[in-house]
DNA sequence: ACGGTTAGGAACCGATTGGTACAAAACACA
DNA sequence: TGTGTTTTGTACCAATCGGTTCCTAACCGT
């Protein structure tokens, strides 16, 4: 998975994907049907790992008020890409512009893989209070600030450009309730 | 350009950039040092037409207030990817996620188009009386939207998706000043 | 210890990759 | 028209791509 996630469908190599799995050929083929299948895989790896883990901080009323909680994945995104210089960025948003990779069957999964992240975030701001429509509204807002910092991280983020974004985030939580 | 813009640098075979430019590989490799140059080539050209064509729509004073320009621009990215179906997104946004592009070369490229893309937006709010600082804040925000949304045009934006991401735009302008 | 099943390793496959060498064709200038 | 130069097309290259085959080695319950 994390192959796929750092350097894409077409970059990740056969073999580059058996020395990372610690496998040969035989094993690999049997276990899977082609490198596609084993890249949605990866894919459904992302989605119950990161993305449920995500969603999971994003709900988790001990950690906060929903607004800490937005706050602070944005802060540990950051964090990440500043301070242990992480390249990765985000898979799903990664996968979204890789063209090459899944044919067809990636898409769907891409978009339950946003729609869930929307949710995260809606139910985040609902815990503050938002009505749903308004609580979606600024939800997608954000969703699409989260894609933009994490494409921007992996091109290498600058830290002001980092507390200006998230400070943007900030104010369109503030603006609501 | 358009083929590394679409597919991405490792997709875009030899032979599908000679069919695409319309000559065969004798030209091609007295017009060029290798595919990478290319790439490299392409990166500059977009820069030159696409990014500078933003840069000046949002600093036009002709287009309307500085809010209008940056709406309006959302407006018609949100229009390409709704009604032509485009699917391209943004060839600086596709090539910071890119890796296996350009190799350390690019980098520099990409981190210029993007501090140029800030600047038209940070010139767009200062016309509408927003102090330096602010304004680069804000249009920083407002950069990490632009590219999401190019990240959820590139996996196929919804109508509704799309207004509510340009409505918290409008929101993130609208607060200041 | 046995036979049957499964996993693992390595040789091999055609196709395609980016890139080179070289000759033929088009061109410019006189 | 003749000559020298540049452009262009083609044959070719080693390397690598994703994938298959097949044989051996490990493991299983009896």
Redesign the interface.
């Known amino acids: 998975m994390v192959l796929f996630w750092?350097?894409?469908y077409?970059?990740a190599s056969l073999a580059g994907l058996l020395s990372a799995m610690e496998i040969t050929k035989g094993s690999f083929y049997k276990a899977f049907r082609d490198k596609q299948s084993v890249y949605l895989a990866a894919l459904d790896r992302y989605n119950d790992k990161v993305v449920s883990g995500t969603v999971a901080y994003l709900g988790d009323g001990a950690q906060g008020s929903g607004r800490d909680r937005i706050l602070g994945l944005f802060g540990r995104i950051a964090e990440a890409a500043l301070e242990t210089g992480d390249?990765l960025?985000c898979f799903l948003?990664?996968a979204?512009?890789?063209?090459?990779a899944g044919g067809g069957e990636a898409?769907a999964r891409?978009?339950a893989m946003?729609r869930r992240l929307e949710g995260g975030f809606r139910r985040a701001l609902e815990d503050d209070g938002l009505d749903e429509d308004e609580a979606?509204?600024?939800a997608?807002?954000?969703?699409?600030?989260?894609?933009?910092?994490r494409?921007?991280g992996?091109?290498?983020l600058s830290a002001d450009?980092a507390t200006?974004?998230i400070?943007?985030?900030e104010?369109?939580i503030d603006?609501v309730g």
Chains 1, 2 share one sequence.
């Open positions: 750092d350097v894409g077409e970059e390249r960025g948003c990664n979204m512009i890789d063209k090459a898409e891409l978009q946003t979606r509204a600024v997608r807002g954000i969703l699409s600030t989260y894609f933009g910092l494409v921007l992996r091109a290498g450009m200006d974004c400070g943007q985030v104010r369109l603006r």
